[in-house]
């Protein structure tokens, strides 16, 4: 599906959400700082919208982005060619243990098939004192923020990728992985029984996304 929707993937994003999820990703670029690993990675990389920020941010460090689709990744080679790219279950990485001094992940946590078995892999591939960054579109936890995002995700989601991808269905299945994935504290709490510390998180523009900030121990 990911594969299928890659050539407008990026405009969606934009239209979705007023413009505002560029923003929201540098937010989550600011929540990493350098680190002595030298390495960062990109988790459900997509397009490498996150992966580019990587690149400029930490210009002297190796970026790698992991993806199943790789459609996506190809459709976003134009903005990091740096990147490293590697077509892979970000629940089952390919990689060593403690190899990277931070991870970042947006807008894709909802999509993979074990929310907990991510976490974990995350944990496993970040060095002592690394940082997983998740930036998403979490269940809302009140009743009146839930069901106005609810109503706009039910009805601007489908619409939107029927008239520009002509594929509701793709569409339609968003709306229902951001009605039926974890909220923000549930979030945490899965990071934190992964043996992550420090954890925090805070709300995006009115809730319309959120982020989450994991650091690894030092041991």
Not at 42 to 63: H, K
Not at 73 to 89: C, H, S
Not at 92 to 98: G, H, M
Not at 150 to 163: E, I, K, M, N, T
Request: aromatic share 8%; with cysteine; hydrophobic share 45%.
């Amino acid at each position: 599906m990911f594969d299928r929707i890659a050539p407008r993937y990026d405009l969606l994003n934009r239209l979705i959400s007023g413009g505002l999820d560029q923003r929201w990703r540098r937010r989550a670029i600011a929540e990493l700082r350098p680190s002595p690993a030298g390495a960062r990675l990109d988790l459900c990389a997509g397009t490498l919208d996150l992966s580019a920020m990587l690149a400029g941010a930490f210009p002297g460090e190796r970026v790698v982005a992991v993806d199943v689709a790789e459609e996506m990744m190809k459709r976003g080679r134009a903005k990091a060619p740096r990147v490293e790219t590697l077509v892979a279950d970000v629940c089952a990485l390919p990689l060593p243990d403690r190899g990277f001094g931070g991870a970042v992940c947006g807008f894709g946590v909802r999509n993979v098939a074990a929310p907990d078995r991510f976490v974990s892999e995350a944990f496993r591939v970040l060095s002592p004192g690394g940082v997983l960054v998740v930036l998403e579109a979490f269940r809302h936890e009140r009743p009146l923020s839930r069901s106005l995002h609810r109503l706009y995700v039910s009805h601007a989601f489908p619409a939107l990728g029927a008239l520009f991808l002509r594929d509701r269905g793709a569409y339609a299945y968003f709306a229902k992985s951001v009605g039926e994935f974890l909220t923000r504290r549930q979030f945490m709490e899965l990071c934190e029984r992964a043996g992550f510390a420090n954890v925090r998180g805070y709300d995006l523009t009115l809730g319309m996304a959120g982020i989450v900030v994991a650091q690894k121990g030092q041991t």
